[in-house]
């Protein structure tokens, strides 16, 4: 009820292209869905969120796309650079509580 | 402004051994919350604390503790060190309980 499902775990992507990750869930209480990337070595660091009344939320290249009723969410890297190379968590919170994340999807993205 | 501050930044422990980790969190900010990073894994919530009282608790055994000091800041103590505690510990601190989080840069712990 709690978990939420990521895929793939890892990812190779070629300059230029778009990268997409996958996100399912169960409970239909969550009500905020953020990304996170992560470098090694560092903490994840807040990339874009959706709450569920929204079906897509633009920023810069990263686009989330949600399905509320098939209880799926997405991300898309558009034009992926290198420098985008990373692991990439999605997560669900309810309210104050705590936020549960994917395992996790290790992009490469080949120059 | 400085964002959430760890220390140590890394630390290695025995087997059986306690350990205390620290968190500063960003001025302001109110909450403090502690996650497990295991290698290859997406972070486990292990508590979240506002206004110093404890207000969630994730599946970890009572080894494990926590407290928020009147600035703000954070320590997590982990007691009887077992191998498969090795993890980076991250924290996490918001403005209020249901803001946006922001994650430090973690403490990686190793138990030998």
């Known amino acids: 009820q709690q978990q939420v499902k990521q895929s793939p775990q890892s990812l190779i992507v070629q300059k230029g292209g778009i990268s997409i990750i996958n996100c399912a869930y169960e409970?239909?209480?969550?009500?905020?869905f953020p990304w996170y990337q992560q470098f090694p070595g560092k903490g994840p660091a807040l990339l874009i969120a959706i709450r569920p009344d929204v079906s897509e939320k633009k920023e810069g290249r990263f686009t989330i796309s949600f399905n509320k009723s098939a209880k799926q969410f997405s991300l898309h890297i558009m034009d992926s650079q290198p420098g985008d190379s990373a692991t990439y968590f999605c997560a669900a919170k309810t309210g104050g509580f705590k936020t549960i994340f994917g395992a996790g999807t290790r992009l490469f993205v080949k120059a | 402004d400085a964002g959430v501050t760890q220390s140590p930044t890394h630390l290695i422990k025995t087997r059986g051994q306690q350990v205390t980790l620290r968190c500063s969190p960003i001025s302001g900010h109110k909450s403090v919350s502690w996650y497990q990073q295991v290698l290859g894994q997406g972070p486990q919530f292990i508590f979240q604390y506002y206004e110093k009282e404890e207000r969630g608790r994730g599946n970890f055994p009572d080894r494990f503790s926590a407290r928020q000091f009147p600035n703000y800041s954070s320590e997590l103590n982990v007691n009887a060190l077992l191998l498969g505690d090795s993890a980076l510990y991250l924290c996490?601190?918001?403005?209020?309980?249901?803001?946006?989080?922001?994650f430090g840069q973690g403490t990686r712990l190793t138990v030998v």
């Open positions: 409970n239909t209480a969550f009500d905020y």
């Open positions: 996490a601190s918001s403005f209020y309980i249901d803001t946006e989080a922001f």
